[in-house]
Each structure stands twice: as C-alpha cells, then as structure tokens.
Nanobody
C-alpha cells in the first residue's frame, strides 16, 4: 500500500519560514519524481514545484521561485518543501505527489502523478 504523508503545516506570519515534509512508503522512492501542489480555498489545485528522481534537478512555479526549495532524501524516503518569505497568498492546503514520469515531462500535469498525499494546511497571516 502506497502512502504519502505530509507534515509540518501550521499558522505562521508574513515573512516567516516553514518546512513541509512528505514521508513516502510502499514504493521504490528513488524511481519517482516528487511534486508539490497547493490548493487555496475556492481555487483549483496548482503546481508548486517538482524534484527529479535523483534530487539533482528541480522546477518551480514562478509564484514561488526564489522563495521555495524542494529537496529529497532518498535514504529516508522523504521529500521536503522549504518555504521562506511566506506571504498570505501562500495560504493553502499543500499536497505532495509522486510521478513515475521524468520530472521535466510531469511538471504541472496533474494526471501524470500516480500517488497523492492527504495534504497539510499552511496558513499565513498578515
């Protein structure tokens, strides 16, 4: 049984930092690129970023470029989303997702992701 479990969400203030984790089990972690998505109230789920299977490459949405960083530890089957300089517009439920596609072919195409976590809430107050 494949499980993706996000953690680390919470309530923070503008300018604060937060690190989300996504622990993965039930699959060969290094065979999957890992993406992060988010969904704000009343909005569609949107792409945040993705990291390659090896962790050597990553891509980000323009809205988070320079503020967010994705990293992974293949020995711990965990992917991280480091979020700095948070703003209220970052408020959303954050999801991690696993894709067997190469990261540059998956990117924001949600139906190319095989597995999804349940999400963790991030709230940024002004």
């Amino acid at each position: 049984q494949v499980q993706l479990v996000e953690s680390g969400g919470g309530l923070v203030h503008t300018g604060d930092s937060l690190r989300l984790s996504c622990a993965v089990s039930g699959l060969t972690f290094s065979h999957y690129a890992m993406g992060w998505f988010r969904q704000a109230p009343g909005k569609e789920r949107e792409f945040v970023g993705i990291i390659s299977k090896s962790g050597g490459s990553a891509r980000y949405d323009d809205s988070v470029l320079g503020r967010f960083t994705i990293a992974r530890d293949n020995a711990k089957n965990t992917v991280y989303l480091q979020m700095n300089d948070l703003i209220p517009e970052d408020t959303a439920v954050y999801y991690c997702a696993a894709t067997s596609w190469d990261y540059y072919n998956a990117l924001s195409t949600q139906n190319r992701y095989n597995y999804w976590g349940q999400g963790t809430q991030v709230t940024v107050s002004s």
